[in-house]
Nanobody, 131 residues
Framework: QVQLVESGGGSVQPGGSLRVSCAAS????????MGWFRQAPGKEREGVAA???????????VTAPSVKGRFTISQDNSKNMVYLEMNSLKPEDTAMYYC?????????????????????WGQGTQVTVSS
């Protein structure tokens, strides 16, 4: 089993910055991908950034067009942490942000921005962008 705990959310004014963090614990030896998703009220869960965490991989990152150039995903393998640095925040970035992890090859892969590609989820951290 794997546990994911997000932290770092909060309220910020438009144009501001926040960094949200995801701490992974438990059986983390078979990590494949980790991603950040967000969900605003009344909207579907949306993938914003993901990183290949497989030790044999390249650490490749992908970022959704809606946040490209503003959001950056990174990892610290020594601490089993994944971060999402968010700059130039806009009111439309307001959402619950979720960390997701893929720790198996048995689950069908639909790409890094498809929620069902991941088999573990955190509880979420709220990000509110408002003046």
């Amino acid at each position: 089993q794997v546990q994911l705990v997000e932290s770092g959310g909060g309220s910020v004014q438009p144009g501001g910055s926040l960094r949200v963090s995801c701490a992974a614990s438990g059986n983390t030896y078979n990590s494949k991908w980790m991603g950040w998703f967000r969900q605003a009220p009344g909207k579907e869960r949306e993938g914003v950034a993901a990183i290949m965490t497989d030790p044999t991989g390249s650490g490749m990152t992908v970022t959704a067009p809606s946040v490209k150039g503003r959001f950056t995903i990174s990892q610290d393998n020594s601490k089993n942490m994944v971060y999402l640095e968010m700059n130039s925040l806009k009111p439309e970035d307001t959402a619950m942000y979720y960390c997701a992890a893929r720790f198996t090859d048995r689950l069908a892969w639909g790409g890094p921005f498809l929620p069902r590609s991941y088999n573990y989820w955190g509880q979420g951290t709220q990000v509110t962008v408002s003046s």
